[in-house]
């Protein structure tokens, strides 16, 4: 399943590893270090980030807030577990 992190960016579900709250960052210094050495490989607004969103191969930054992107995760499981009874309605 995929999510729309915001900002024109959608990624797989599977490859997310955390969703963490932007403003941590800046009141943890392991964090800061991370952005620092990562740099490269940031994708999205500097401005207005609520969130960041860390993959194994990026860092996006989201306008969106982490409970949002929750919500979001959740629904795509939600819908991900449901069971396929198309098959057996008789639609003519």
Do not use: C, W
């Not at 963490?20 to 490269?40: F, L, V």
């Amino acid at each position: 399943m995929f999510i729309h992190i915001g900002n024109s960016n959608v990624i797989r579900s599977k490859d997310i590893i955390s969703i963490i709250d932007y403003n941590i960052i800046s009141s943890s210094s392991i964090m800061e270090e991370m952005m620092t050495a990562n740099k490269d490989k940031i994708i999205g607004p500097k401005e207005d980030t609520k969130s960041v969103v860390i993959t194994n191969n990026q860092l996006y930054l989201s306008t969106l807030s982490v409970a949002t992107l929750k919500k979001r995760a959740s629904i795509m499981s939600t819908i991900s577990r449901l069971d396929d009874y198309s098959n057996e309605l008789n639609l003519e």
